[in-house]
């Protein structure tokens, strides 16, 4: 059992940043995947940042050059520094972890960027 909780999240306004932080309760070297997700309303759950551990990180298109995701392995924790956010950013963004066959999700951390 992996347990994931998710901080960071909040209301900013567009061109802001905001850091998304995501603490495991076991080492995160033991995790075979770590990502962020984001759920718009009305929309399905989308793959924003992602990476099996040791190797390189996938961005969607959406947020290459703006959103940079890294890991703090003393920390146990995952991050997603998201830059010149734009009102199209606004979700819940959620924390996975796969360990083995299972997938884990945090809680989810609201994001919401106003014009």
């Known amino acids: 059992q992996v347990q994931l909780v998710e901080s960071g999240g909040g209301l900013v306004q567009a061109g802001g940043s905001l850091r998304l932080s995501c603490t495991a309760s076991?080492?995160?070297?033991?995790?075979?995947?770590m990502g962020w997700y984001r759920q718009a309303p009305g929309k399905q759950r989308e793959l924003v940042a992602g990476a099996p551990t040791g190797a390189n990180t996938f961005y969607h298109d959406s947020v290459k050059g703006r959103f940079t995701m890294s890991r703090n392995v003393a920390k146990n924790t995952l991050y997603l520094q998201m830059n010149s956010l734009n009102p199209e950013d606004t979700a819940v963004y959620y924390c996975?972890?796969?360990?083995?066959?299972?997938?884990?999700w945090g809680q989810g951390t609201q994001v919401t960027v106003s014009s």
């Open positions: 076991i080492s995160i070297n033991s995790i075979d995947y």
């Open positions: 996975c972890a796969m360990l083995t066959t299972l997938t884990y």
